[in-house]
């Protein structure tokens, strides 16, 4: 496939994002700290060093939070791909099953009976939903066409209920 998983693009820019920010981050505290680090009487130490000890804290808490995060994406992600794949995979047996039935394939043959036995349980809520256009053998199933737009749409709702698990929760 050309495009790229939705979900994989975002957990890119999120990692890419979040490093540049930590290393901006870290490179303004140790100028911050090098350059008053002289000027400091041994009191004036003591507190430093007990605020540096609780910044180290916070931030060890918070890259662990990240990374706990980041694999959380990581695996919502791989199960968003699996989920596509299988949402492709009922597009394409379903198109089969119209183009199949628009170019008026003989029920006998036995890849007829495969793609209408495979495509069954996919079309059975469709069946006789709306009535067939066509003449003789030539038809176009508009249940199909319409049981194809509900999985569309259905795909669409659950990549956004998968992409809201995978986005990081701020709070401020």
Do not use: W
Request: glycine share 6%; aromatic share 8%.
């Amino acid at each position: 496939m050309a495009d790229k998983n939705p979900l994989t693009v975002d957990e890119s820019n999120r990692i890419s994002q979040y490093e540049t920010v930590k290393g901006r981050v870290q490179e303004e505290v140790n100028h911050e700290i090098a350059s008053h680090a002289d000027s400091l009487n041994e009191r004036e130490r003591a507190q430093a060093a007990e605020v540096g000890g609780e910044l180290k804290r916070k931030a060890l808490t918070e890259v662990i939070s990240t990374e706990t995060e980041l694999e959380r994406s990581k695996a919502v992600a791989r199960f968003s791909q699996v989920i596509d794949y299988l949402f492709y995979l009922a597009y394409g047996l379903i198109s089969l099953q119209i183009i199949l039935d628009l170019l008026g394939a003989r029920r006998g043959n036995s890849f007829r009976n495969f793609i209408d036995t495979v495509c069954a349980p996919l079309l059975a809520p469709f069946n006789n939903l709306m009535p067939s256009i066509g003449r003789g053998s030539f038809q176009l199933r508009l249940s199909y066409v319409f049981a194809l737009i509900v999985y569309v749409l259905l795909h669409g709702a659950v990549n956004g209920l998968l992409r809201l698990l995978a986005h990081r929760k701020t709070a401020i």
